[in-house]
């Protein structure tokens, strides 16, 4: 069984750009979350869906991120325009059941100069 | 607000030893708490979950125990060997204010010396 997929597994752009990241989740989990990690903080929750529908967005830092599941199967998480400070890695993870084992991504690590 | 504290953040032992790894958090009304391993540019690697109504939960060499009333859990290792080399990171589901989302601790970084 596929574990979960992100891509890219890296990203360099240049403060301004566009980004786009990319999560599948394992089959037939109907929960997706995103996760991130700036440079020497912690790992920090940024939403959560339950199949299409964002069920909790709170910890989106502002609204040049925009995340979508359209179909409730794989996620995008966009950042538009990109700044310096977005730089880190983002993680995916997903679970079956929501407040069940949650299994990560290998995360895209994002850099923007 | 749920926080989630790790020590120690680094840790450094010979091979061979049994240690333990500590996690405490400030809001007891949580869901489960999971341990997860991260090696160096890799994901995280889901080693245990403990449900709140638990006291512990073992794989392998791996114990690890919860003690919700007080916000504590740790992580023992036994027979520690070179591969278990990595940051291990504990994080809690749950909390007052915190929903669904995994609030997560700032890790602890092993290297066991062959």
């Known amino acids: 069984e596929a574990g979960v997929t992100q891509f890219p597994s890296h990203s360099v752009i240049e403060k301004g750009q566009t980004v786009t990241l990319r999560c599948d989740p394992i089959?037939?989990?109907?929960?997706l979350y995103w996760y991130r990690r700036v440079m020497g903080k912690e790992i920090k929750f940024l939403l959560h869906f339950v199949k299409e529908s964002k069920q909790d967005e709170s910890g989106m830092p502002n609204n040049r991120f925009l995340a979508e599941r359209t179909g409730g199967t794989y996620s995008t998480l966009k950042v538009q325009p990109a700044e310096l400070e977005d730089s880190g890695v983002y993680f995916c993870?997903?679970?079956?059941?929501?407040?069940?084992?949650?299994?990560f991504g290998q995360g895209t690590r994002l850099t923007v100069v | 607000k749920q926080e989630v504290t790790q020590i120690p953040a680094a840790l450094s032992v010979p091979e061979g030893e049994n240690l333990v790894l500590n996690c405490s958090f400030t809001?007891?009304?949580?869901?489960?708490l999971q341990w997860f391993r991260q090696d160096p540019g890799k994901g995280l690697t889901s080693l245990l979950l403990?449900?709140?109504?638990?006291r512990e939960q073992t794989s392998g060499r791996l114990n690890a125990s919860l003690d919700k009333s007080s916000g504590r859990s740790t992580l023992y290792i036994a027979a520690s060997q070179p591969g278990d080399s990595a940051t291990y990171l504990c994080a809690v589901r749950g909390g007052r204010n915190a929903g669904n989302m995994l609030t997560f601790g700032g890790g602890t970084r092993l290297m066991v010396k062959p």
């Open positions: 993870a997903s679970s079956q059941v929501v407040n069940t084992e949650a299994f």
């Open positions: 809001d007891s009304a949580i869901y489960n």
């Open positions: 403990i449900q709140s109504s638990q």
């Open positions: 089959s037939g989990h109907d929960n």
